[in-house]
């Protein structure tokens, strides 16, 4: 082994590298249990076999990601980047469908999914981007660039669609608010959160509303946004000091045209672009009622699969629903559920606590770098761990759409798998050369 290898091995972060291989072996057991392999684990045919094949898979290239030195990434991310994008143009032709999204290429009995590998993509070139020539991140220009860098890819996914991980794409928010975008770019985004759960809300409505009758409630909401933003408008205009009452009555009408711009088209995309059972599933989340009583079965039963765990659970490969398959997709985006009803409310708490450990974790190790590049990659990595994270247990629980996304380093699937070994393997190599100056 060289001397570089033996620093490299030095420097490596175990911990980081520790708990997510405990995350893969626990998520293995758990996808034994929830299909009902347990006898039969080491049948390469099944889906607990296929999973140690990817996993040692996985070992074997996350070795190959810490050998090769940190700066060829750093040079080859817009390779990464260009060959991604292709490799979504291509899927979006020649891709086969799975449930219902043509975003998968068929190997044999294996799928190769290029969305997993797009995230790392992103998050290499994002790095790039924002890194070189010492880029005034503040220049309007800049800002533009960097949202298409994100957009690309996002966009070509939810033409597949997989609106799942294009959602998991807005986690980059968070990187550019850590590399300078201002803090009033988070309050608008959770105005525009409050306006959809409105526009939501009162486009499913079948109410009758003063002056413009039934089924109208869409309509109703815009125009008291617009009687409202206007007198809001007026009486801060008002209150302002003269000569910056032009500005704050630009901002105002600007604020107040772009969220209905935003209100309409949501309300506009609910109706004509998303399917039936999509729409379904978001009015089941925010309880309203729906003609299909098994709109909700999924939740219905995830919930009552994590409810009956109690505190301690039913013991490993005894949940009467994870072995009898009441919950769909339970070893994929249901799979916690199997860790609440088999491991009960304990064990549910200890592996959200893993997951937030790593998290964590990460955003250490890029508070510590000397490097710009992998300060903003790290931070990537964490946000797209986070928005994972969040998106698949709020989903289980109830509190976020019925949407198909992995649990990171737990859930079945060899392209999850992968993308997330590329992700964290690159960031633990840049971090193991955080004493010498990345370019």
């Known amino acids: 082994m060289s001397s570089r290898s033996l620093n490299v091995t030095a420097r490596l972060d175990w911990t980081t590298l520790l ?8 998520g ?7 299909t009902a392999e347990a006898e039969v684990v080491w049948d390469m045919g099944g889906k607990a076999g296929k999973q140690l094949i990817w996993m040692g898979v996985c070992a074997v290239l996350m070795v190959g990601l810490l050998v090769v030195e940190g700066v060829f990434y750093i040079r080859t991310s817009v390779v990464h980047y260009v060959a991604v994008l292709l490799l979504l143009m291509a899927v979006l032709v020649v891709g086969k469908k799975v449930g219902g999204a043509r975003s998968w290429f068929g190997v044999g009995s294996f799928g190769i999914q290029p969305s997993e ?3 790392t993509a992103t998050a290499l070139i994002l790095a790039w981007f924002l890194s070189r020539d010492g ?4 220049s309007f220009k800049t800002r533009l660039q960097t949202l298409a860098l994100i957009a690309a890819p996002a966009g070509l996914i939810l033409l597949q669609p997989d609106a799942g991980t294009v959602l998991v794409f807005g986690g980059f928010i968070f990187v550019l608010y850590r590399e300078g975008l201002s803090g009033n770019v988070l309050l608008v985004g959770m105005g525009m959160l409050v306006l959809a759960v409105l526009t939501i809300l009162l486009g499913a409505s ?8 039934n089924n109208s409630g869409f309509w109703w909401f815009l125009l008291s946004l617009v009687l409202l933003g206007t007198l809001t408008v007026l009486l801060v205009r008002a209150a302002t000091l003269p000569r910056r009452r032009k500005v704050v009555s630009r901002w105002g009408v600007a604020l107040l045209l772009g969220g209905m711009a935003f209100s309409t088209s949501l309300h506009l995309g609910m109706e004509q672009v998303l399917k039936k059972h999509q729409r379904e599933r978001i009015h089941v989340l925010f309880g309203i009622d729906v ?3 098994d709109a909700d079965y999924n939740i219905r039963h995830a919930k009552a699969a994590i409810g009956s765990g109690g505190w301690t659970g039913k013991g490993w490969a005894q949940g009467p629903m994870t072995a009898y398959g009441f919950v769909p997709e339970q070893e994929t985006d249901f799979i916690f559920c199997t860790v609440g009803e088999e491991w009960g409310f304990l064990g549910s708490a200890g592996v959200v606590g893993l997951f937030l450990f790593l998290i964590l974790r990460v955003l250490h190790l890029a508070e510590r770098q000397r490097s710009q590049f992998t300060r903003v990659y790290a931070y990537s990595v ?6 994972h994270f969040l998106v698949n247990v709020g989903m289980v629980i109830g509190l976020a759409p019925v949407i198909g996304i992995p ?25 193991a050369e955080r004493f010498a100056i990345l370019r």
């Open 19 to 26: 708990t997510v291989g405990f995350l893969v072996v626990l």
């Open 28 to 34: 293995w057991l758990n996808i034994v249990s929830a």
């Open 382 to 387: 964490a946000s797209i761990l986070f928005m």
């Open 206 to 213: 079948e109410s009758w509303y003063p002056f413009l009758g």
């Open 291 to 293: 003609d299909n009583p």
């Open 135 to 138: 880029r005034p991140w503040r």
């Open 407 to 431: 649990l990171p380093f737990f859930s079945y699937g060899g392209s999850s798998l992968m993308g997330f070994t590329l992700l964290l393997g690159i960031l633990l190599r840049l971090d």
């Open 117 to 119: 590998f797009a995230k």
